[in-house]
Protein backbone atom coordinates (compact mmCIF):
# COMPACT_ATOMS: atom_id res chain seq x y z
CA UNK A 1 0.00 0.00 0.00
CA UNK A 2 3.02 2.22 0.68
CA UNK A 3 4.34 1.70 -2.47
CA UNK A 4 1.34 2.63 -4.19
CA UNK A 5 0.59 5.87 -2.04
CA UNK A 6 4.22 6.84 -3.16
CA UNK A 7 3.72 6.30 -6.79
CA UNK A 8 0.56 8.18 -6.94
CA UNK A 9 2.46 10.97 -4.64
CA UNK A 10 4.90 11.37 -7.65
CA UNK A 11 2.38 11.83 -10.27
CA UNK A 12 0.20 14.23 -8.80
CA UNK A 13 3.51 16.20 -8.03
CA UNK A 14 3.99 16.03 -11.52
CA UNK A 15 0.79 17.01 -12.63
CA UNK A 16 0.80 19.55 -10.35
CA UNK A 17 3.75 21.20 -12.34
CA UNK A 18 4.49 22.63 -15.36
CA UNK A 19 8.55 23.12 -15.82
CA UNK A 20 11.05 19.99 -14.33
CA UNK A 21 14.42 19.53 -14.13
CA UNK A 22 15.54 15.85 -14.15
CA UNK A 23 18.64 14.28 -13.25
CA UNK A 24 20.73 11.43 -11.90
CA UNK A 25 23.68 10.35 -9.65
CA UNK A 26 27.00 11.62 -10.99
CA UNK A 27 28.96 9.01 -13.39
CA UNK A 28 25.90 8.52 -14.64
CA UNK A 29 25.15 4.06 -15.65
CA UNK A 30 22.70 2.98 -17.80
CA UNK A 31 20.01 2.96 -15.12
CA UNK A 32 20.54 6.55 -14.68
CA UNK A 33 20.78 7.75 -18.11
CA UNK A 34 18.09 5.41 -19.48
CA UNK A 35 15.87 6.06 -16.55
CA UNK A 36 16.34 10.13 -17.48
CA UNK A 37 15.72 9.52 -20.85
CA UNK A 38 12.59 7.58 -19.99
CA UNK A 39 11.53 10.36 -17.82
CA UNK A 40 11.93 13.64 -19.62
CA UNK A 41 9.93 11.00 -22.45
CA UNK A 42 6.86 10.98 -19.92
CA UNK A 43 7.19 14.65 -18.85
CA UNK A 44 7.14 15.48 -22.27
CA UNK A 45 4.05 13.32 -23.32
CA UNK A 46 2.06 14.87 -20.30
CA UNK A 47 2.59 18.38 -21.96
CA UNK A 48 5.83 19.45 -19.20
CA UNK A 49 8.59 21.37 -20.19
CA UNK A 50 11.79 18.64 -18.48
CA UNK A 51 15.38 19.83 -18.99
CA UNK A 52 17.57 16.66 -18.80
CA UNK A 53 20.75 17.50 -16.93
CA UNK A 54 24.34 15.84 -15.51
CA UNK A 55 27.22 16.75 -13.71
CA UNK A 56 29.32 14.14 -15.82
CA UNK A 57 28.79 13.68 -19.18
CA UNK A 58 26.75 10.54 -21.09
CA UNK A 59 29.11 7.60 -20.90
CA UNK A 60 30.30 6.64 -24.78
CA UNK A 61 28.04 3.30 -25.10
CA UNK A 62 25.01 5.11 -24.24
CA UNK A 63 25.17 8.28 -26.06
CA UNK A 64 23.45 6.30 -29.04
CA UNK A 65 20.08 6.38 -27.20
CA UNK A 66 17.24 7.86 -28.29
CA UNK A 67 17.28 12.00 -26.97
CA UNK A 68 20.99 11.05 -25.34
CA UNK A 69 22.12 14.56 -27.29
CA UNK A 70 19.39 16.42 -24.59
CA UNK A 71 21.20 15.72 -21.68
CA UNK A 72 23.37 18.55 -20.65
CA UNK A 73 26.21 18.47 -18.92
CA UNK A 74 26.20 21.21 -16.16
CA UNK A 75 27.50 21.59 -12.99
CA UNK A 76 25.05 24.64 -11.41
CA UNK A 77 20.94 24.47 -11.43
CA UNK A 78 19.82 28.12 -12.39
CA UNK A 79 16.05 29.30 -13.37
CA UNK A 80 12.90 28.59 -12.31
CA UNK A 81 11.14 24.75 -11.77
CA UNK A 82 8.29 23.57 -9.83
CA UNK A 83 10.11 20.34 -8.98
CA UNK A 84 13.67 19.20 -9.78
CA UNK A 85 13.16 14.79 -10.13
CA UNK A 86 16.12 13.10 -8.91
CA UNK A 87 16.78 9.66 -9.75
CA UNK A 88 19.09 7.02 -8.13
CA UNK A 89 20.44 9.64 -5.57
CA UNK A 90 20.70 8.94 -1.52
CA UNK A 91 20.78 12.76 -0.89
CA UNK A 92 21.06 15.78 -3.24
CA UNK A 93 25.14 15.84 -2.93
CA UNK A 94 24.76 12.62 -5.11
CA UNK A 95 24.20 13.95 -8.44
CA UNK A 96 26.69 16.48 -7.43
CA UNK A 97 24.78 19.59 -9.15
CA UNK A 98 25.24 22.93 -6.78
CA UNK A 99 21.72 24.97 -6.88
CA UNK A 100 19.59 22.44 -6.17
CA UNK A 101 19.36 23.15 -1.76
CA UNK A 102 15.81 24.84 -1.31
CA UNK A 103 14.15 23.46 -4.31
CA UNK A 104 11.13 20.51 -4.34
CA UNK A 105 12.70 17.49 -4.71
CA UNK A 106 11.10 14.36 -6.27
CA UNK A 107 13.12 11.08 -5.19
CA UNK A 108 12.98 8.37 -6.86
CA UNK A 109 14.94 5.82 -5.57
CA UNK A 110 15.33 1.62 -5.85
CA UNK A 111 18.60 1.36 -3.50
CA UNK A 112 19.06 -0.10 -0.40
CA UNK A 113 20.77 2.86 0.67
CA UNK A 114 17.94 4.98 -0.36
CA UNK A 115 17.23 7.88 1.85
CA UNK A 116 13.78 9.90 1.73
CA UNK A 117 15.49 13.51 1.65
CA UNK A 118 12.98 14.89 -0.96
CA UNK A 119 9.51 16.80 -0.71
CA UNK A 120 8.28 13.66 -2.49
CA UNK A 121 9.71 10.06 -2.07
CA UNK A 122 9.47 7.10 -3.83
CA UNK A 123 12.25 4.65 -2.78
CA UNK A 124 11.18 0.60 -3.61
CA UNK A 125 14.12 -1.41 -2.45
CA UNK A 126 12.15 -4.77 -4.65
CA UNK A 127 12.55 -2.72 -7.57
CA UNK A 128 15.77 -4.33 -10.37
CA UNK A 129 16.28 -1.05 -11.48
CA UNK A 130 15.46 2.61 -11.30
CA UNK A 131 13.66 1.85 -14.51
CA UNK A 132 11.54 -0.31 -13.06
CA UNK A 133 9.98 2.40 -11.50
CA UNK A 134 9.84 4.41 -14.56
CA UNK A 135 8.16 2.59 -16.36
CA UNK A 136 5.77 2.28 -13.58
CA UNK A 137 5.53 5.69 -13.60
CA UNK A 138 4.59 5.65 -16.98
CA UNK A 139 1.76 3.20 -16.57
CA UNK A 140 0.04 4.62 -13.82
CA UNK A 141 0.26 8.12 -16.13
CA UNK A 142 -1.27 6.59 -18.96
CA UNK A 143 1.39 7.79 -21.83
CA UNK A 144 2.53 5.94 -24.65
CA UNK A 145 5.44 3.09 -24.21
CA UNK A 146 7.06 4.24 -27.93
CA UNK A 147 9.76 2.17 -28.82
CA UNK A 148 12.48 4.83 -27.82
CA UNK A 149 11.58 5.03 -24.53
CA UNK A 150 11.54 1.14 -24.59
CA UNK A 151 14.84 0.95 -25.95
CA UNK A 152 16.04 3.18 -22.88
CA UNK A 153 14.20 1.13 -20.22
CA UNK A 154 15.56 -2.11 -21.33
CA UNK A 155 19.18 -0.65 -21.42
CA UNK A 156 18.91 0.69 -17.90
CA UNK A 157 17.00 -2.42 -16.72
CA UNK A 158 19.77 -4.87 -18.45
CA UNK A 159 22.74 -2.85 -17.38
CA UNK A 160 21.64 -2.20 -14.03
CA UNK A 161 20.82 -6.22 -13.27
CA UNK A 162 24.23 -6.98 -14.79
CA UNK A 163 22.91 -8.81 -17.58
CA UNK A 164 20.28 -10.01 -15.57
CA UNK A 165 22.97 -12.09 -13.28
CA UNK A 166 22.14 -9.52 -10.10
CA UNK A 167 20.04 -10.95 -7.04
CA UNK A 168 16.76 -9.79 -7.29
CA UNK A 169 15.90 -10.79 -10.87
CA UNK A 170 12.91 -13.16 -10.94
CA UNK A 171 10.44 -13.69 -13.09
CA UNK A 172 8.81 -10.11 -12.68
CA UNK A 173 12.33 -8.88 -14.39
CA UNK A 174 12.13 -10.81 -17.40
CA UNK A 175 8.18 -10.14 -17.72
CA UNK A 176 9.43 -6.22 -17.75
CA UNK A 177 11.89 -6.86 -20.27
CA UNK A 178 9.67 -8.66 -22.53
CA UNK A 179 7.51 -5.70 -22.57
CA UNK A 180 9.74 -3.28 -23.33
CA UNK A 181 10.32 -5.79 -26.37
CA UNK A 182 7.09 -5.69 -27.19
CA UNK A 183 6.89 -2.03 -27.34
CA UNK A 184 9.97 -1.84 -30.03
CA UNK A 185 13.24 -2.31 -27.87
CA UNK A 186 15.42 -4.42 -29.59
CA UNK A 187 17.77 -6.37 -27.45
CA UNK A 188 20.09 -7.78 -29.51
CA UNK A 189 21.40 -4.33 -31.15
CA UNK A 190 20.96 -3.04 -27.17
CA UNK A 191 23.34 -5.73 -26.16
CA UNK A 192 25.92 -5.22 -28.83
CA UNK A 193 25.71 -1.34 -28.40
CA UNK A 194 26.25 -1.70 -24.75
CA UNK A 195 29.00 -4.46 -24.64
CA UNK A 196 30.92 -4.80 -27.75
CA UNK A 197 31.27 -1.17 -28.55
CA UNK A 198 33.99 -0.44 -26.34
CA UNK A 199 36.87 2.35 -26.66
CA UNK A 200 40.58 1.02 -27.02
CA UNK A 201 41.34 2.60 -24.15
CA UNK A 202 39.13 0.46 -21.75
CA UNK A 203 40.66 -2.66 -23.42
CA UNK A 204 44.11 -1.05 -22.73
CA UNK A 205 42.75 0.06 -18.79
CA UNK A 206 41.55 -3.92 -18.45
CA UNK A 207 45.31 -5.03 -19.11
CA UNK A 208 46.45 -3.04 -16.46
CA UNK A 209 43.72 -4.31 -13.85
CA UNK A 210 44.47 -7.51 -14.80
CA UNK A 211 48.08 -7.40 -14.25
CA UNK A 212 47.77 -6.47 -10.96
CA UNK A 213 45.14 -8.81 -9.87
CA UNK A 214 45.47 -10.81 -6.88
CA UNK A 215 43.38 -13.68 -5.06
CA UNK A 216 43.39 -14.73 -1.45
CA UNK A 217 40.41 -17.75 -0.99
CA UNK A 218 37.01 -16.09 -1.42
CA UNK A 219 38.25 -12.73 -1.89
CA UNK A 220 39.41 -11.15 -5.08
CA UNK A 221 40.86 -7.76 -5.90
CA UNK A 222 42.52 -5.78 -8.81
CA UNK A 223 43.77 -2.07 -9.43
CA UNK A 224 44.88 0.37 -11.11
CA UNK A 225 47.01 3.57 -11.02
CA UNK A 226 46.33 7.31 -12.37
CA UNK A 227 49.40 7.08 -13.67
CA UNK A 228 47.63 3.79 -15.49
CA UNK A 229 44.43 5.96 -16.76
CA UNK A 230 46.95 8.16 -18.33
CA UNK A 231 49.19 5.87 -20.09
CA UNK A 232 46.13 4.34 -21.38
CA UNK A 233 44.31 7.54 -22.38
CA UNK A 234 40.92 5.70 -20.37
CA UNK A 235 38.45 7.91 -19.32
CA UNK A 236 36.59 7.18 -16.23
CA UNK A 237 33.77 5.11 -17.55
CA UNK A 238 36.17 2.67 -19.27
CA UNK A 239 36.35 1.86 -15.43
CA UNK A 240 32.81 0.59 -15.84
CA UNK A 241 32.82 -2.94 -15.34
CA UNK A 242 35.84 -3.75 -14.93
CA UNK A 243 35.46 -5.52 -11.40
CA UNK A 244 33.15 -8.10 -12.95
CA UNK A 245 36.28 -10.07 -14.28
CA UNK A 246 37.46 -10.36 -10.65
CA UNK A 247 34.27 -11.05 -9.10
CA UNK A 248 34.30 -13.86 -12.43
CA UNK A 249 36.75 -16.38 -11.17
CA UNK A 250 35.43 -19.63 -9.72
CA UNK A 251 35.29 -19.67 -5.89
CA UNK A 252 35.26 -15.87 -5.63
CA UNK A 253 32.63 -14.71 -3.57
CA UNK A 254 33.73 -11.12 -3.11
CA UNK A 255 35.88 -8.36 -5.23
CA UNK A 256 37.33 -5.27 -5.30
CA UNK A 257 38.15 -3.21 -8.22
CA UNK A 258 40.26 0.55 -6.73
CA UNK A 259 41.03 3.08 -9.22
CA UNK A 260 43.46 6.40 -8.11
CA UNK A 261 41.69 9.52 -8.50
CA UNK A 262 43.81 12.65 -9.58
CA UNK A 263 43.46 13.97 -5.78
CA UNK A 264 44.87 10.85 -4.96
CA UNK A 265 41.65 9.22 -3.46
CA UNK A 266 40.51 6.07 -4.32
CA UNK A 267 37.34 4.47 -5.54
CA UNK A 268 36.29 1.46 -5.07
CA UNK A 269 33.87 -1.10 -7.23
CA UNK A 270 32.71 -3.52 -4.84
CA UNK A 271 30.81 -7.34 -6.00
CA UNK A 272 29.69 -9.85 -4.27
CA UNK A 273 27.90 -13.36 -5.61
CA UNK A 274 27.44 -15.13 -2.28
CA UNK A 275 26.04 -13.93 1.57
CA UNK A 276 27.94 -10.66 1.85
CA UNK A 277 26.20 -7.55 1.27
CA UNK A 278 28.50 -5.23 -0.15
CA UNK A 279 25.97 -2.68 -0.04
CA UNK A 280 26.25 -2.28 3.50
CA UNK A 281 29.76 -2.10 3.71
CA UNK A 282 29.88 1.21 1.36
CA UNK A 283 27.43 2.66 3.17
CA UNK A 284 30.02 2.25 5.90
CA UNK A 285 32.43 4.58 3.74
CA UNK A 286 30.02 6.90 2.75
CA UNK A 287 28.87 5.14 -0.44
CA UNK A 288 25.94 2.96 -1.08
CA UNK A 289 24.16 0.57 -4.31
CA UNK A 290 23.13 -2.68 -4.36
CA UNK A 291 23.16 -5.95 -2.50
CA UNK A 292 26.02 -7.59 -4.60
CA UNK A 293 26.78 -4.61 -6.73
CA UNK A 294 28.15 -0.93 -4.81
CA UNK A 295 30.83 1.37 -4.57
CA UNK A 296 32.48 4.20 -2.60
CA UNK A 297 35.41 6.43 -2.24
CA UNK A 298 37.62 6.43 0.52
CA UNK A 299 41.48 8.41 1.51
CA UNK A 300 44.54 7.22 -0.27
CA UNK A 301 47.08 7.02 -0.87
CA UNK A 302 46.54 3.18 -3.04
CA UNK A 303 48.28 1.10 -1.02
CA UNK A 304 46.57 2.40 2.49
CA UNK A 305 43.26 2.19 0.89
CA UNK A 306 43.50 -1.31 -0.36
CA UNK A 307 45.11 -2.58 2.84
CA UNK A 308 42.09 -0.97 4.72
CA UNK A 309 39.45 -2.12 2.43
CA UNK A 310 40.54 -5.76 2.19
CA UNK A 311 41.02 -5.62 5.74
CA UNK A 312 37.27 -5.18 6.30
CA UNK A 313 36.56 -7.70 3.23
CA UNK A 314 38.67 -10.19 5.29
CA UNK A 315 36.66 -9.80 8.75
CA UNK A 316 33.28 -9.78 6.96
CA UNK A 317 34.11 -13.55 5.25
CA UNK A 318 35.69 -14.41 8.18
CA UNK A 319 32.39 -13.32 10.49
CA UNK A 320 30.28 -14.73 7.31
CA UNK A 321 31.95 -17.83 7.46
CA UNK A 322 31.05 -18.39 11.42
CA UNK A 323 27.44 -17.28 10.96
CA UNK A 324 26.69 -19.62 8.47
CA UNK A 325 28.79 -22.37 9.77
Known amino acids: ?86 LECDSIERSRLKGL ?6 NIDHHTSGRAFGSVNWIDTSSCAVAEMVYDLATLAGVDITSDMATCLYTAVLTDTGSFCYAGTDAHTFDLAG ?99 VARIAQRFGGGGHLHASGCTIDGPLPAAADHILGHLRECLQSSMHEFA
Open 101 to 106: EGRSII
Open 179 to 277: DLVRHGANPTLIAQHTYFSNPTSKMLLLGAALSNLHREGRLAWMWVSHDDMQRTRAAEEDCEGLVNYAIGIAGVEVAVFLRELPDHRVRLSLRSKGELN
Open 1 to 86: MQRRDDIHAVLHAIESGERFLVSGHARPDGDAVGSILACGMILEQLGKQADMVSCDRVPLIYQGLPCAGAIRKVTHVEGGYDAVIL
